[in-house]
């Protein structure tokens, strides 16, 4: 990738504040998932919260570094999440393959939707729950504000942001 390629007003390197607020837009939200499906117990075991944690660790924190941030400006360097610091520690640039990423980020879309699905077995199993509601709300909110406003505006100050198949500023 050449320098022209790059939108040039992009920031280098996003401020620490940015990057801790998108993280937690994430981790909030699954937190709140593994809590609203714990219930979905076998033998006492939460699989379905145990599952979607590791589910999680292997799509977002593995699978999708390799393939999306490996191959990213931001390797090694503070992007919006900051991940492009974690992808140097796991792997080395250009391990993966950008258009398997794009194929593979379908994976943040059906992350919402598996809590969503869980409470609803909850609620059926255990009857519902205002409690139960409030947080799947919470949780709802939280994924549109993370993905309505605070992605499209960290792409807006990506340094990729008309190249990146995966921009929400184009």
């Known amino acids: 990738m050449t320098e022209q390629e790059l939108y040039e007003k992009g920031w280098e390197s996003f401020p620490w504040w940015w990057i801790l607020l998108e993280n937690l837009l994430y981790f909030i939200p699954w937190t709140i998932a593994f809590v609203v499906m714990y219930p979905l117990r076998v033998g006492g075991v939460p699989v379905v919260s145990m599952g979607y944690v590791v589910f999680i660790l292997f799509t977002a924190g593995w699978l999708l570094r390799v393939h999306n941030c490996s191959t ?9 999440y900051g991940w492009g610091k974690y992808t140097a520690l796991i792997c080395k640039k250009d391990a993966g393959d ?16 598996i809590p969503i699905i869980g409470a609803v077995g909850v ?14 709300l919470v949780f709802i909110m939280l ?28």
């Open 123 to 136: 609620i059926l199993l255990n009857g519902f729950s205002w409690v139960l509601l409030g947080w799947m």
């Open 98 to 113: 950008q258009e398997m990423g794009m194929k593979l980020a379908v994976v943040y879309m059906i992350l919402p939707l």
């Open 72 to 80: 990213c400006y931001y390797y090694n360097k503070w992007c919006h």
């Open 143 to 170: 994924n549109c504000v993370q993905f309505a406003i605070m992605r499209p505006k960290g792409c807006a100050h990506c340094k990729r942001r008309y190249q990146c198949p995966g921009s929400a500023a184009k």
